[in-house]
């Protein structure tokens, strides 16, 4: 599977920056991504499904969805091996370039200021680039 074909989960409860997003990555080449509005969904999207080995390729979440429910952005990720790969957009912590918040061989954890274009292209070639190196092959 090519990275265009990653399987995306959006948490977002927003509608309109939720369509944003998505038609940013539908403009890439991305097939239509998995919204969900609250961390409620999330969990239930990742932790209690009830398809136990769906698994997202990326999550892009709102930070502030993180902040109200209290919980710790590199636990919950470390936590969930449903996810591939997680962005954590956040207007008040977040840098203009993609910063890394935890990494290892197979997964990454980053934070970005805003889910546009500009910052979005260079943190998926990466991705893509270090799943290519690795010879990372996707069985989904």
């Known amino acids: 599977m090519t990275y265009k074909r990653w399987r995306i989960l959006i948490a977002e409860e927003q509608p309109a920056l939720q369509f944003r997003v998505g038609q940013c990555l539908k403009e ?16 239930g999207m990742t932790h209690y499904s009830y398809e136990p080995f769906e698994h997202f390729d990326l999550l ?9 429910a209290g919980i710790d952005p590199v636990r919950f990720f470390v936590s969930n091996s449903q996810i ?57």
């Open 84 to 140: 591939r790969h997680g962005v954590i957009y956040d207007a008040r912590r977040g840098q203009p370039c993609a910063e890394s918040i935890y990494a290892n061989q197979r997964r990454q954890l980053s934070l970005i200021h805003t889910p546009d274009r500009q910052t979005l292209v260079p943190l998926l070639e990466q991705l893509n680039g270090q799943a290519i190196s690795r010879g990372v092959r996707d069985v989904h």
């Open 60 to 68: 892009l979440i709102n930070g502030e969805l993180l902040a109200a």
């Open 28 to 43: 890439l080449g991305y097939r239509a991504p998995t919204p969900v509005r609250s961390f409620r969904e999330l969990l």
